[in-house]
């Protein structure tokens, strides 16, 4: 696996190419990558330019990640750093992180960082290892102020506590009121940024959607009707199914739970992935995030298993793939990549075999291209 940092005049040649989009791969050509973007298809470039030979392998966009927490867990030693790394070596150039207490990161690694800084969570509420408590709506509003001024990608808000795993279809209550939200919503546009929403129950949700948020995350135990409503909606939908399927499939995690437990989760699961294709059905934007720092769900590594898990509960290949590249460069409200077009930057993946025909192939990237800063 290489790691290619791509210099702004730079032509590529692919034996296949899937443009993060399409049903459709192209057959052998070349990549032309000028001004630090990709070029027209037609382009030439004079031929001292590097060139990179991929024909045997297929090049698609890099791979997204819409959901990651960076500084997770916290009990192990570790260097951000090193965390970064390793979403390059599983072909993930970019990953949006919903936040910690700890406020803005920085690593010494090319991965396209999405900061939320902090998360903002009602104040005696779930919360407070993703961000920070507000107390007041005023406060909540100052605090997106501050986190625009400090630089972050978008604004993540706790809208709901999370499910339990030893109650069937108990989510920890609602907590912001709609119009709070909507509020929340509004002063983050003012600043250009997108709203992730943590929220589980069918009120957070509910509230959540009401607000105009831009993306509901995990959304477990959203009721059918609300699902409708999301699909009729513009809001992208983050199912994070990776962290609620680790606690069965991680052997530690597992021999942790009761019986009871096992089942709940199960169930949980089930209903979730059951819901993810009926979404699907009614047209629900689908974005692919893991929720990677949960107990089990491995930075980097962990994204194609939540492409897989999408693809299981009822997503197509494409739309799976898509949900990992396009649709996930739109949640994150990034228009400069998540798709192989003019003007696009170059963040690419270089893969042996046909994506679209077999998933699995992203298990082994053979490179990753990244703009040169
Ligand atoms: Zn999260």
Redesign the pocket.
């Known amino acids: 696996m290489e790691i290619i940092s791509i210099p702004a005049q730079a032509a590529l040649k692919y034996g296949q190419l899937w443009d993060g989009l399409s049903a459709k791969i192209k057959n052998s050509g070349t990549l032309f990558i000028n001004n630090g973007v990709i070029a027209l298809e037609n382009s030439s470039l004079p031929v001292s330019q590097p060139v990179w030979d991929f024909s045997q392998a297929t090049i698609l966009p890099a791979l997204i990640d819409t ?1 990651i ?1 960076l500084a997770f867990p916290e009990k192990e030693i570790f260097s951000f750093s090193a965390r970064a790394q390793s979403y390059l070596t599983a072909g993930v150039g970019i990953a949006r992180d ?1 936040g910690t207490c700890l406020g803005g990161i920085t690593t010494a690694v090319p991965l396209l960082l999405l900061q939320s800084h902090y998360a903002l969570y009602k104040k005696g509420t779930y919360g407070s290892a993703l961000g920070r408590a507000v107390s007041s709506l005023s406060e909540a509003l100052q605090a997106v102020d501050k986190l625009a001024a400090a630089g972050a990608a978008q604004i993540k808000v706790v809208a709901s506590g999370i499910f339990s795993f030893s109650s069937y279809g108990k989510t920890g209550a609602a907590t912001f009121t709609a119009a709070e939200l909507k509020a929340i919503v509004e002063r983050a546009q003012s600043h250009g940024l997108p709203v992730m929403a ?1 929220a589980s129950g069918d009120e957070a949700v509910r509230r959540c959607l009401e607000a105009g948020v831009t993306s509901i ?1 995990h959304g477990y135990f959203m009721s059918h009707a609300t699902l409708r409503e999301l699909a009729a909606s513009d809001a992208y939908w983050v199912p994070t199914l990776s962290p609620v399927n680790a606690q069965l499939a991680e052997p530690a995690l597992f021999a942790a739970l009761t019986p009871n437990m096992r089942h709940v989760i199960l169930r949980s699961l089930l209903r979730h992935q059951a819901l993810i294709a009926e979404g699907a059905a009614l047209g629900a934007t689908i974005a692919a995030g893991t ?1 990677a720092g949960a107990p089990g769900v491995l930075h980097g590594a962990s994204l194609i298993e939540e492409i897989l898990l999408l693809h299981n509960a009822g997503l197509t290949k494409l739309k799976a793939l898509q949900a990992a590249t396009s649709l996930a460069a739109q949640a994150c409200g990034l228009t400069a990549a998540g798709s192989i077009a003019p003007g696009k930057k170059p963040y690419l993946l270089a893969v042996k075999g046909n994506p679209l025909q077999d998933l699995n192939v992203l298990r082994q990237p053979l490179a990753l291209f990244i703009p040169a800063a």
């Open positions: 959901h927490h919903g943590h995350e929720d």
